[in-house]
Nanobody, 122 residues
């Protein structure tokens, strides 16, 4: 199993940037497909981005494509989400997740962090 802890959230103005980190411990980070999800107030949790465990190929939701970048550093056991050109609608709690498939979606995520709050002001 793997334990995940997110950090890097905060309050930022629209158009600004944040970089989220997800530190993993336990089983080697390289053994998991990983991704980011978010949950806005009053809404369901939704997929944001994932990165292929083997190939490094990345996939994004339409809402964030072109603005967010997911990356991983296996040596540091850390997953990142670089968020640029933030909009108020990006306000949410952001969660990292891991699974034993090459990539993950909501239904296949096996391990979750506790989340980090991102708030974007207009």
């Amino acid at each position: 199993q793997v334990q995940l802890v997110e950090s890097g959230g905060g309050l930022v103005q629209a158009g600004g940037s944040l970089r989220l980190s997800c530190a993993a411990s336990g089983r080697s980070f390289a053994n998991y497909g990983v991704g980011w999800f978010r949950q806005a107030p009053g809404k369901e949790r939704e997929f944001v981005a994932t990165i292929n465990r083997y190939s490094g190929d990345t996939y994004y939701s339409d809402a964030v494509k072109g603005r967010f970048t997911i990356s991983r550093d296996n040596a540091k056991n850390t997953l990142y989400l670089q968020m640029n050109n933030l909009e108020p609608e990006d306000t949410a709690v952001y969660y990292c997740a891991a699974g034993t498939n090459a990539i993950i979606v909501m239904t296949t995520a096996e391990y979750w962090g506790q989340g980090t709050q991102v708030a974007v002001s207009s």
